[in-house]
């Protein structure tokens, strides 16, 4: 039983690179969220999908896009990176009883 | 203002002691609160769930919650090294969607 998977664990980014972030969950959970978690910051959440086929801005989505390929993956890109993109990436999905969060992306932009 | 605040700590005690965290929140709509707790380098889990006001308990683990205060705490007994970690407090107005989290509080217990 595998939850949330998250792709790659780490990552290291020039300025101005792209790349995205992979999500899937195994446990058909309809919602999907992206947060972002930074020292003294907690947890904020970039883009959420509350169900296949829709996306919605959370508190910080500039300098993202997301994608909802389908019901089980959520993939969040950074199309120009910048070193205030550095943080942790959280995935989560959820059928309503509170959030499972996948182990995380460490992202740095230099 | 933030929505849901949180003493960020650090909060460090000896083994065995009881703990006590808290949070406290504006937004009177909440109506689910959550506990979850994260080790180092690992995302968050899952400790409680509790639904409006009253107390939850699972194992050395008590939630409160106190609406007409808007405040929630977690209670931990016998507190061991295992349980070191940072707790984030969460709650939502509708079934637990969309989340504020609070900003976490980071917990050492000590042997």
């Known amino acids: 039983n595998a939850g949330v998977t998250q792709t790659p664990k780490f990552q290291v980014l020039k300025t101005g690179q792209s790349m995205t972030l992979q999500c899937a969950q195994d446990m058909n959970h309809n919602s999907m969220y992206w947060y972002r978690q930074d020292p003294g910051m907690g947890l904020r959440l970039i883009y959420y999908s509350a169900s296949e086929g829709t996306t919605d801005k959370g508190e910080v989505p500039n300098g993202y896009n997301v994608s909802r390929l389908n019901k089980r993956e959520f993939s969040l890109r950074l199309e120009s990176a910048a070193p205030s993109q550095t943080s942790v990436y959280f995935c989560?999905?959820?059928?309503?009883?509170?959030?499972?969060f996948g182990s995380g992306t460490r992202l740095t932009v230099v | 203002q933030k929505e849901v605040e949180q003493d960020p700590g650090p909060l460090s005690v000896p083994e065995g002691a009881i703990v006590s965290l808290n949070c406290t929140y504006s937004n009177s709509a909440f109506q689910y609160f959550m506990w979850y707790r994260q080790y180092s380098r690992k995302g968050p889990e899952l400790l409680m769930y509790?639904?409006?006001?009253g107390n939850k308990e699972d194992g050395r683990f008590t939630a409160q919650v106190d609406k007409s205060s808007k405040y929630i705490s977690l209670f931990i007994r016998d507190s061991q090294p295992s349980d070191s970690a940072t707790y984030l407090c969460a709650m939502s107005a509708n079934g637990a969607q969309k989340l504020v989290f609070g900003q976490g509080t980071r917990l050492t217990i000590n042997p």
């Open positions: 509790t639904y409006s006001s």
């Open positions: 989560a999905s959820s059928s309503g009883g509170g959030y499972t």
